[in-house]
């Protein structure tokens, strides 16, 4: 498998569930990050992680916590959502962003998040 | 903070029409810049990107952007649209800095095809 993969494509949850989504990259990238994509508006960067270690959190609430475990693999573990944090959830890696021109990001296909 | 503008939500043109979705950026320094497209139920993919040089850069699927610092513009052009096209089309702007650099997006430009 190539390029950057996530799972499940769609996950409806309740708002006291817990569940998880995968990301994995095929690239041999450094870095990942998560975006949240909602209809309107612009995407937002959530996370950046760096050869494992979180290097950005931009404000994100502590109902969602992401995990990199290794450079290839990034979860976002999801609990006690609200609805309006339905959306689409994009993972992200590049190869070696830190310190000169910022590297091309290549994306996954999302993981469109229903909130009920 | 850097910021993109995309004024343009939703354009409709012919198949086989030209095509330009404007952008403009908000940034003190030089810019590095980025057009993505995405396509209904997938991610963004990269479309082409300008860092230096020339300031016309060519990208895939026929598309092609101009870099112009004096109207901080990047706006993203197509002499034959195609009615695969028809997707979502993102400006992104990132900064040289220490770390991690991340893209500031723009809102998009939906684009409609037809025949």
């Known amino acids: 498998e190539t390029g950057v993969t996530q799972t499940p494509r769609h996950l409806v949850m309740g708002m006291t569930n817990k569940k998880s989504l995968k990301c994995e990259q095929h690239l041999g990238h450094n870095a990942m990050y998560w975006y949240k994509q909602s209809a309107k508006k612009p995407l937002e960067l959530m996370f950046v992680y760096n050869f494992k270690e979180q290097t950005e959190n931009n404000s994100v609430p502590s109902r969602f916590s992401p995990e990199c475990p290794n450079s290839s693999h990034l979860f976002l573990h999801l609990h006690t959502l609200q609805p309006e944090d339905s959306a689409l959830y994009l993972c992200?890696?590049?190869?070696?962003?830190?310190?000169?021109?910022?590297?091309?990001?290549?994306f996954g296909p999302g993981t469109r998040l229903t909130v009920l | 903070a850097q910021s993109v503008t995309q004024p343009d939500i939703h354009i409709t043109v012919s198949e086989g029409a030209s095509l330009e979705l404007r952008c403009n950026y908000s940034?003190?320094?030089?810019?590095?810049l980025f057009w993505y497209v995405q396509s209904p139920g997938q991610g963004l993919q990269l479309l082409l990107k300008y860092f230096s040089g020339d300031t016309l850069v060519q990208g895939i699927k026929g598309f092609e952007a101009e870099f112009k610092r004096s109207q901080s513009s990047f706006n993203l052009r197509k002499p034959s649209v195609h009615w695969s096209d028809a997707a979502e089309y993102f400006c992104?702007?990132?900064?040289?800095?220490?770390?991690?650099?991340?893209?500031?997006f723009g809102k998009g430009t939906r684009l409609s095809v037809i025949a």
């Open positions: 940034y003190g320094a030089t810019p590095y």
């Open positions: 992200a890696s590049s190869q070696d962003p830190a310190g000169r021109a910022p590297d091309t990001q290549y």
């Open positions: 992104a702007v990132a900064s040289l800095g220490s770390g991690n650099t991340p893209l500031v």
